[in-house]
């Protein structure tokens, strides 16, 4: 009950005449490894259960395959692998979510596996906070920033950064 009366006045608070509502994004959440993810939703262009896929020969460890949805051949990416987590069987939460992100090399279909979907947040930009300096690594620069929900943290994410360090070769590989 508690948690969704901090929800609420979140929500309030983003409607109050203060909050600007151009600077208001919505994210779609996901879990990975018990923690909170967060991507643009306006890059989401559906959200599928896990299936069999493809493999691509020579492809990088966190590349799983492709998929064919509706005549466009879809790379796979296994977000767990690409951060650097454990792998895990997938389950039946385990789904694909389908993005389009403008890269360096042009707009890419791609698929993200991730253990679960959670949420859609509606989140201020003045909500979201940097990166602290500690946890700078490789894979900090995917993170977009940080925001406290309710009584938990959501990691948001730029997705054209975990994307873009793909070399380009291997996009082109991959997307078509």
């Not at 983003?14 to 909050?19: C, D, R, T, W, Y």
């Not at 977000?79 to 039946?92: D, E, Q």
């Not at 620069?141 to 360090?165: A, I, P, Q, S, W």
Request: glycine share 6%; aromatic share 6%.
């Amino acid at each position: 009950m508690e948690q969704t009366q901090q929800q609420s006045q979140q929500i309030n608070e983003l409607h109050s005449p203060s909050v600007n509502q151009e600077d208001i994004q919505q994210f779609l959440t996901f879990i990975m490894d018990e923690e909170e993810y967060g991507v643009d939703i306006l890059t989401v262009q559906e959200i599928r259960g896990w299936e069999e896929i493809t493999a691509i020969p020579n492809a990088p460890v966190f590349v799983k395959g492709a998929i064919n949805l509706r005549g466009t051949i879809v790379p796979i990416i296994d977000l767990r692998l690409r951060f650097g987590l454990t792998s895990v069987k997938y389950g039946p939460l385990t789904v694909i979510i389908v993005v389009k992100v403008e890269l360096k090399v042009g707009s890419k279909i791609m698929g993200l596996v991730v253990d679960a979907v959670s949420d859609v947040y509606s989140i201020g930009q003045q909500q979201a906070t940097d990166v602290p300096d500690i946890s700078k690594s490789e894979n900090a620069e995917f993170v977009h920033g940080l925001v406290n929900v309710g009584d938990k943290m959501v990691v948001l994410l730029h997705l054209e950064r975990v994307l873009n360090l793909l070399r380009e070769t291997e996009i082109d590989l991959l997307a078509g």
